[in-house]
């Protein structure tokens, strides 16, 4: 299978990457965003993790607008390259805001659950599917990874 990933480079991107290649897959690493036009023509999957990190920096309104621009912007990019594709993937694994949902406490939710009311769950609803590739959204719940551990 060929797997186009965006976001290849990053915490989740990488163990992605090695993941596939491990499988015997073709991992296609997309250039970062804004660098080059995305080409997903041939790929039979899209895999977009692109973005700024929630966790990297003090959260300014100049950041937080960096973080929601990274976010629409790329999946804009990956999807009009989709659109322009000859052969196209069958899927766009799209990830999103680990916050959708908002802070809850204990409460148990589920993918019925009405979406939070804060900056992450807004981030996470500012990305609507709007290509015919059939698009699974996937949201993650903080990542953790030795190579991620400060000490």
Known sequence: MRVAIAGASGLIGTEVVRALRARDDEALALSRFGTAPWSV???DAVINLAGASVAGKRWTPAYKQEIVDSRVLSTRALIDAIRS???KPRVLV???????YGGRGDEVLDESAAAGS???ANLGRQCPPTSRTSICIRSTVSSTAPSACPI
């Open 41 to 43: 023509d041939g790929a």
């Open 118 to 120: 804060d900056f992450l």
């Open 85 to 87: 594709a000859k052969r």
């Open 94 to 100: 799209n990830a999103s805001a680990v916050g959708y």
